[in-house]
């Protein structure tokens, strides 16, 4: 499977003529080749954005957001297909593809595609003076650059904004997951979007995503992605004085009191911790648990996670599929040494899971749960991004406080209690972008998305996306 760059409606290869390797997580083995894309080729596709850039800005809302429905629709219909892409380039299970990732991917479309139909402008009246009325105009060529763990689901999170507002678009998917953004060229032309609106460069971020940046006809970059990626990305930008939109890593706290519904605490957590084999910048990789139960969630838990099938993706049966790429599971398993020479306990998991047959040389590792740990160790502050989590004890709200609000990451929290007072209280004091309160993972697509301190700039979802990708202009009228 050789996978083209997308650019001006047509699939090239890249201008270097070189290719990278494609790896099947759920194997070990390679299955395709995508571009090894430069500067050149980002040059191609930012010529063709600004060339289609007037006639994009200039249709109505409506021209717009009918083109973009077509395309959700198309996602719609190819979405057994587009599951299966995304199961087998990902490495996560097809039934999670098929239920979250690609709906998810289609909605963001539809969403935003409808959101530009009820946008309103303001206006402030002063009286005999006059009146001031504001505009918000879309910026030119936008440059998003997206992650590995969900990719199409992230991948359209920027796009579809970004397209609604009036932009046209150069995008980088992760060069670890690349099929399911190349199969949405297909998707948009046949939707009957204009060439040059969207265009799709593959290859390393180290020369295509630092070519996108560091472009002077690139005014936004939207980027997901570690920490360390961001603050490279900001050093170019913002001397240049682009919008930045950073959505960053994570280290959250799931804050379990006593008082909670514990069976309906306990199926969520084991998700929390697990889906995607915690390859989700949102998952509560540390679990702190208020002293009267820990005893009991701790059997409670480990129980639950020791029945966990690792397996192939495409099995109806499993749970937690292959991690994403050989560099990333040595990585986590680096981690889980860490936590034993730190001092910590591992309770389950912490292994290689060698599959049979064709998935023998697949990446593939238990889930894990580790106690025993100080909250400041590096396994406690640090990213991990794999099926990983701690469990800590506490006795008072101001402790757990403490503890969750001590790493550098304010990404997402989760509190469990049946205490409404607390569950305000706690969730107000906690320092997270994103707070949910006796669930996890419900998302409401109008909300704002992004994080504090070093998780982020900026928030995406609903009217904040729309409104980075646009400048906002105030004209006043004297009468």
């Known amino acids: 499977m050789d996978i083209q760059n997308f650019i001006n ?16 997580p759920a194997t ?18 930012v010529i063709a954005a600004k060339a289609a850039f007037p006639a994009w800005a200039a249709m109505t809302n409506k ?14 219909a190819r979405l057994p297909e587009l599951a299966a892409a995304e199961s087998r380039d990902n490495g996560k299970p097809l039934k999670l593809a098929t239920r979250v990732d690609i709906p998810r991917a289609r909605d963001n479309f539809a969403f935003f595609a409808t959101a530009i139909l009820h946008d309103s402008a303001e206006t402030h009246d002063m009286g005999e003076s006059g009146f001031n009325y504001t505009l918000r ?11 590995w763990n969900l990719p199409l689901y992230l991948f359209t999170w920027k796009i579809a904004p970004a397209l609604a507002s009036g932009n046209t678009v150069v995008a980088k998917p992760s060069e670890v997951t690349p099929v399911t953004a190349a199969l949405l060229g297909e998707i948009c032309n046949e939707a009957g979007m204009p060439p040059g609106v969207l265009n799709i460069i593959h290859g390393l971020g180290g020369k295509v995503g630092a070519a ?47 008082d909670c519904d514990f069976e309906d605490m306990l199926n969520t957590t084991v998700a929390s911790s697990f889906a995607n084999q915690g390859q989700i910048c949102l998952c509560g990789s540390r679990i702190f648990i208020e002293r009267p139960i820990y005893e009991k969630f701790k059997e409670a838990f480990v129980e639950r996670v020791k029945k966990l099938t690792v397996g192939p993706p495409n099995k109806e049966t499993t749970k937690v599929g292959a991690l994403v790429s050989k560099p990333h599971i040595e990585k986590v398993q680096s981690y889980i040494e860490l936590a034993k020479e730190e001092g910590g306990t591992v ?15 697949g990446f593939y590792l238990e889930p894990t749960v580790i106690e025993g740990l100080e909250y400041t160790c590096r396994t406690n502050q640090e990213e991990i991004f794999g099926p990983v989590v701690t469990l800590t004890p506490f006795d008072t709200e101001e402790e757990v406080l403490t503890m969750a609000n ?12 049946s205490d409404l007072k607390k569950a305000h209280r706690v969730g107000s004091l906690v ?7 006796n669930c996890w993972l419900v998302r409401d697509l109008r909300t704002p998305f992004g994080g504090m301190k070093n998780s982020g700039v900026g928030r995406e979802g609903g009217f904040e996306a729309l409104h980075f990708f646009t400048e906002t202009k105030n004209i006043c009228v004297k009468l």
């Open 63 to 76: 021209q717009r957001s009918d083109i973009l429905m077509k395309v959700s629709r198309g996602i719609e």
């Open 212 to 258: 996108m940046t560091v472009h002077p006809d690139t005014p936004a970059i939207s980027f997901t992605g570690g920490t360390t990626t961001g603050q490279t990305i900001a050093r170019t930008a913002a001397p240049m004085f682009k919008k930045l939109s950073l959505e960053l890593g994570g280290k959250n706290p799931n804050i379990i009191f006593a």
């Open 431 to 437: 320092e997270s972008g994103i707070v949910w309160i």
């Open 347 to 361: 309770l389950t998991g912490g292994n290689r899971v060698v599959l049979e047959g064709e998935y023998s040389e």
């Open 9 to 24: 409606g047509q699939y090239v290869d890249p201008a270097s003529g070189q290719w990278l390797d494609n790896v099947e």
């Open 28 to 45: 070990g083995k390679v299955y395709g080749r995508i571009p090894d894309s430069d500067e050149r080729d980002v040059e191609e596709a």
């Open 406 to 417: 001590s790493t550098m990451y304010g990404l997402a929290a989760t509190i469990w209690t």
């Open 137 to 147: 105009k879309p910026l030119g060529v936008a440059g998003c650059i997206s992650p």
